[in-house]
C-alpha cells in the first residue's frame, strides 16, 4: 500500500470518527479544535477528508495485486 493510499485511509478514519462523534454526542471535533466549522482550517480539514473519502473508494475497488499484496510469503512445506 503506498503512501497516499494510507494518507486517504487515516483522513477516512479521521473524518469517520469525527461523524460518529457528531452523531452520537453532537460534538465536532474539527470544528472544537479549530475554532468553528466556518474557520478556513476547518473547511481545509473537511476538504481533504471528503478528497480522502472519495479516493479510498478507489482503493477499495483494486485488485489485491495492485495493492502490493501480491508478495505473500507462501508457507513451507
Do not use: C
Not at 4 to 10: D, E, G, R
Not at 45 to 64: F, N, R
Request: hydrophobic share 55%; no cysteine.
Amino acid at each position: 500500500m503506498s503512501g497516499i493510499q494510507k494518507t486517504a485511509l487515516v483522513l477516512a478514519i479521521i473524518g469517520a470518527i469525527n461523524w460518529g462523534l457528531i452523531g452520537f454526542f453532537r460534538f465536532d471535533l474539527v470544528a472544537f479544535i479549530f475554532n468553528g466549522q466556518a474557520s478556513v482550517i476547518s473547511r481545509l480539514i473537511y476538504a481533504l477528508v471528503g478528497l480522502a473519502g472519495l479516493y479510498a473508494i478507489s482503493i477499495l475497488l483494486k485488485p489485491k495485486e495492485e495493492l502490493g499484496r501480491d508478495h505473500e510469503v507462501e508457507p513451507q512445506r
